[in-house]
């Protein structure tokens, strides 16, 4: 799940010679990046000084993505609900969450060839590909066979005291996430109905977040649990926040197996 220090340990390992692989970065640099550009060209062409500016092609808006700095594609995504609380209809809403669907499938197969790449073209050795928390969603059993046969898969399983943080983390500044369609339609039904609301554009989009989170958090740990057991490997967020450097990881990595 998102902050349980999946991309702290790349972090770490990048200083060791290990290829960062972010499967964020690469679905918002390459399979989303012109429904992102647009997105904002979207915006700006709002303002009618710069929409001109835009026409004639005097100005040029880049998405400018990075691993440290996903923004544009957590934008991008959004959130469903009031669109003068800037929340998305419905369709829209789902309309960008299958374009992510679809970008994170294509970007877990693209592993195999980054791989490659990282040790022909760049002379990295070690390779960590930094997945998504919504990798358990996207109900792809050829994503999970290719992971499962070309890397080794953590599951990287939040303690009950890191489960709160990060839920309440979540409460304090929701963000947008990725929701199976199913799981959306089911929870967005409950949410309306406690609250007496007729329409999705009345859902408040920061409070539906707010409140839809735990429930995404605690229907994702199976998934992760299945994926862990057949195809990986689980290590608990306690075992990740004391490694330090790259013999920490192996030696975890080697405990792991040894079990």
């Excluded at 390459?30 to 700006?44: A, C």
């Excluded at 009031?82 to 929340?87: H, I, K, N, V």
């Excluded at 995404?216 to 490694?243: C, H, N, Q």
Aim: charged letters at 30%.
């Amino acid at each position: 799940m998102s902050g349980v220090g999946k991309t702290r340990l790349a972090y770490i390992l990048r200083n060791h010679n290990w290829f960062h692989y972010s499967g964020d970065y690469r679905i918002g640099t390459h399979y989303l990046d012109e429904p992102i550009t647009d997105n904002i060209k979207q915006q700006v062409m709002q303002i009618p000084f710069l929409k001109d500016l835009m026409r004639s092609d005097s100005i040029h808006l880049a998405n400018n993505i990075g691993i440290d700095n996903l923004k544009p594609l957590s934008t991008f995504l959004g959130k469903v609900g009031d669109p003068e609380m800037d929340g998305f209809g419905l369709k829209e809403f789902k309309r960008r969450q299958d374009l992510h669907r679809q970008a994170e499938i294509a970007a877990m197969k693209d592993v195999p060839e980054f791989i490659r790449k990282a040790r022909q073209v760049y002379g990295y050795d070690n390779f960590i590909n930094d997945a998504g928390g919504s990798l358990c969603e996207l109900e792809d059993q050829d994503v999970i066979n290719c992971l499962a046969e070309n890397t080794l898969i953590l599951y990287i399983k939040a303690t009950a005291t890191d489960e709160k943080e990060l839920i309440d983390r979540a409460e304090a500044s929701p963000k947008p996430m990725y929701y199976k369609s199913s799981f959306l339609d089911e929870q967005l039904a409950i949410y309306m109905q406690d609250k007496g609301l007729e329409y999705v554009a009345l859902v408040n989009p920061d409070d539906f977040v707010r409140w839809v989170f735990p429930r995404l958090f605690y229907d994702r740990i199976p998934r992760y649990e299945a994926i862990a057991k057949d195809y990986g490997y689980t290590i608990s967020t306690d075992d990740i926040s004391v490694v330090r450097n790259e013999d920490d990881f192996l030696a975890l990595v080697t405990s792991v197996l040894d079990k």
